[in-house]
């Protein structure tokens, strides 16, 4: 059974501090996403990760794969109060065709002016 | 762009009976799935279709039913609704032509009182 653990699941950071979420995940997948969501709204997603060392970037957000590792991190950059919000990273098992994702259990961020 | 369609997108159900939950994919996409997240939880996957056909299951209870029609559209029938089933209810699509990331709906939350 695929496991995928974040951590932390709660972060409470000031504005324009650094950090990195973590997630790990138990076996062998081909795709990694990060997620978004606001309460109550829908998931919106911010990368995918398709192989061992890709980086993706956007504004204050960068993603990282380590495959060997089974590791993916969310790193804020300068963090502003409006990436407040759940971020979720979810696996893909390795195979593809319409397999489900199996998500982690979300880092709830709170940004403090 | 067109988006993931989700219909009602509020639903508020009596014990016992029953509920039926619409999702338009996103044009051209011929993948399907269903995810229920209930309160300060992570989706939980439930089912998906590939081109009208059942590809793979996940945490579906027996009393959930869901199918894909001819025109892509979905829908996720749910009998015998109990107050455990209150939860946020996620349709995604996707397309190998887009590399099968997940494009997920506003979602459908349901009541169930």
């Known amino acids: 059974e695929l496991k995928v653990e974040q951590n932390p699941l709660f972060l409470s950071m000031q504005e324009g501090k650094n950090y990195t979420i973590y997630c790990n995940y138990s076996?062998?997948?081909?795709?990694l996403y990060w997620y978004r969501q606001d309460p109550g709204k829908s998931l919106e997603s911010l990368f995918v990760?398709?192989?061992?060392?890709a980086v993706k970037q956007e504004g204050r957000l960068m993603a990282s794969l380590d495959t060997k590792a089974r590791l993916s991190t969310l790193h804020i950059t300068a963090a502003v109060h409006d990436l407040s919000a759940t971020y979720f990273c979810?696996?893909?098992?390795?195979?593809?065709?319409?397999?489900?994702?199996?998500f982690g259990k979300g880092t709830h961020l709170i940004i403090q002016p | 762009a067109a988006g993931v369609i989700q219909s009602p997108r509020h639903l508020i159900k009596e014990k016992r009976e029953t509920a039926t939950l619409k999702c338009y994919p996103i044009?051209?996409?011929?993948?399907v799935y269903w995810y229920q997240q209930g309160p300060g939880q992570d989706p939980q996957f439930l089912i998906s279709?590939?081109?009208?056909?059942?590809?793979d299951k996940g945490s579906i209870p027996d009393r959930f039913s869901a199918q894909q029609f001819s025109d892509y559209h979905s829908e996720l029938n749910m009998s015998s609704l109990e107050l455990g089933d209150s939860a946020l209810y996620f349709c995604?699509?996707?397309?190998?032509?887009?590399?099968?990331?997940?494009?997920f709906g506003q979602g459908t939350r349901l009541t169930v009182v």
């Open positions: 979810a696996v893909d098992i390795l195979g593809g065709g319409a397999d489900g994702l199996t």
């Open positions: 995604a699509s996707s397309s190998e032509w887009t590399g099968s990331e997940a494009f």
């Open positions: 990760l398709l192989s061992n060392g």
């Open positions: 076996t062998t997948s081909d795709r």
């Open positions: 044009p051209r996409h011929d993948t």
């Open positions: 279709f590939y081109e009208k056909m059942q590809s």
